[in-house]
């Protein structure tokens, strides 16, 4: 069992950079997945990025590309999002996950366990 808890979300105008930080129980942290995913109002819950475990492999959405960075720290069972450039369209609630499988996967039904989730609001 993993418990997942995200801190670090709030209200930013457009421009501006968030991290977001995902912490994990349990002792075998390193060995899993971690993934960031976003929904907003009226929307699906949809992937914006993902790292294995040894932090060897990351994936992101397009929409995210050259402006978020997921990283990790195993020795903390912590995973980050490191958002810069917001725009309005990336306000959402942020939930990290965990897949305890080797691979990157992109939809939520293959992430085993969830946070509660973070609000972050971007102003225009």
């Known amino acids: 069992q993993v418990q997942l808890v995200e801190s670090g979300g709030g209200l930013v105008q457009a421009g501006d950079s968030l991290r977001l930080s995902c912490a994990a129980s349990g002792r075998t942290f390193s060995s899993y997945v971690m993934g960031w995913f976003r929904q907003a109002p009226g929307k699906e819950r949809g992937f914006v990025a993902a790292i294995t475990g040894s932090s060897s492999n990351t994936n992101y959405v397009d929409s995210v590309k050259g402006r978020f960075t997921i990283s990790r720290d195993n020795a903390k069972n912590t995973v980050y999002l490191q958002m810069n450039s917001l725009k309005s369209e990336d306000t959402a609630v942020y939930y990290c996950?965990?897949?305890?499988?080797?691979?990157?996967?992109?939809?939520?039904?293959?992430?085993?366990?969830w946070g509660q989730g973070t609000q972050v609001t971007v102003s225009s």
């Open positions: 996950a965990a897949n305890p499988g080797g691979y990157i996967w992109y939809s939520p039904r293959s992430y085993n366990y």
